[in-house]
C-alpha cells in the first residue's frame, strides 16, 4: 500500500509564495507520474500540473509561469513551487500518484493540504 503525505499549505498574501511537498510511502515498486489538483470551494477538482519519472511536466493554463512542479526521484517526493500567488489560487491541494505495485498500475490521493490566498 502507497500513501501521500502532503505538507507546506497555509495562509499567504496576494502576490507571495508557498511550496508544497508530497512524500510518498509504503510498498513502492516505481513511482510514475505524479502531480497536484486542487478543489475550490463549490467547484470540481482540477489539474494544476503533472511531472512523469523522466521529468516531463504539464501545468494548466491558468498556472503557467507562477507555478512550478518538480520531484526527487530519490526521495519518492513531488514539489509544486507557487509564485505570485492569487486569491483564485485559493483551494485544498492534492497531492495524486500513479504507482506500479506488483505488476498493477493503481492511482493513489492525499489527503489535501489547504492553500488560502487572502490580504
Known amino acids: 500500500q502507497v500513501q501521500l503525505a502532503e505538507s507546506g499549505g497555509g495562509l499567504v498574501q496576494p502576490g507571495g509564495s508557498l511550496r508544497l511537498s508530497c512524500a510518498a510511502s509504503g510498498s513502492i515498486f516505481k513511482l510514475l507520474t505524479m502531480g497536484w489538483y486542487r478543489q475550490a470551494p463549490g467547484m470540481q477538482r482540477e489539474l494544476v500540473a503533472t511531472?512523469?519519472?523522466?521529468?516531463?511536466?504539464n501545468a494548466a493554463d491558468s498556472v503557467k509561469g507562477r507555478f512550478t512542479i518538480s520531484r526527487d526521484n530519490a526521495k519518492n517526493t513531488v514539489y509544486l513551487q507557487m509564485n505570485s500567488l492569487e486569491p483564485e489560487d485559493t483551494a485544498v491541494y492534492y497531492c495524486?500518484?500513479?504507482?506500479?505495485?506488483?505488476?498493477?498500475?493503481?492511482?493513489?490521493w492525499g489527503q489535501g493540504t489547504l492553500v488560502t490566498v487572502s490580504s
Open positions: 511531472i512523469t519519472s523522466g521529468g516531463i511536466t
Open positions: 495524486n500518484a500513479i504507482v506500479l505495485i506488483n505488476l498493477q498500475v493503481r492511482e493513489v
